[in-house]
C-alpha cells in the first residue's frame, strides 16, 4: 500500500515558475516508477514527466526544457519545477506511483493539485 500527497500548486502569471511536491508512504520500497500526470478540462488525463527508482527521466514533449522532475531519496519525495508556464499548462496535476508486484501492475495515484497560469 502506497500514500500520495501533492502539495505546491497555485496560480501563477504566464512565464512564472511553481515546483510541486508529492510525498510518499506505506510500502515505497516495492516502487519502481513515479510521475506526474495532468488533466485539463475537458481533456484525457497525459504523461508530464516520469523518473524511475534508478533515476532515469521521460518527458513530454509540451514539458522538456521547461519542467523537471527529481527525486529526495531522503524524504521520500518527488518534486516537479515548472519554469517558464504557459496558460496550457493549466490543469490538476496529478501524482503516480507504478509498482511492480510479482505478475501484476499496480497504479496509486494522489489527490491532484490545481495549477492555473493566468494573467
Known amino acids: 500500500q502506497v500514500q500520495l500527497v501533492e502539495s505546491g500548486g497555485g496560480l501563477v502569471q504566464p512565464g512564472g515558475s511553481l515546483r510541486l511536491s508529492c510525498a510518499a508512504s506505506?510500502?515505497?520500497?516495492?516502487?519502481?516508477?513515479m510521475g506526474w500526470y495532468r488533466q485539463a478540462p475537458g481533456k484525457q488525463r497525459e504523461l508530464v514527466a516520469t523518473?524511475?527508482?534508478?533515476?532515469?527521466?521521460n518527458y513530454a514533449d509540451s514539458a522538456k526544457g521547461r519542467f523537471t522532475i527529481s527525486r529526495d531519496n531522503a524524504k521520500n519525495t518527488v518534486h516537479l519545477q515548472m519554469n517558464s508556464l504557459k496558460p496550457e499548462d493549466t490543469a490538476v496535476y496529478y501524482c503516480n506511483a507504478h509498482m511492480i508486484v510479482g505478475m501484476r501492475f499496480v497504479d496509486y495515484w494522489g489527490q491532484g493539485t490545481q495549477v492555473t497560469v493566468s494573467s
Open positions: 523518473i524511475t527508482n534508478g533515476g532515469s527521466t
Open positions: 506505506g510500502s515505497i520500497f516495492s516502487i519502481n516508477v
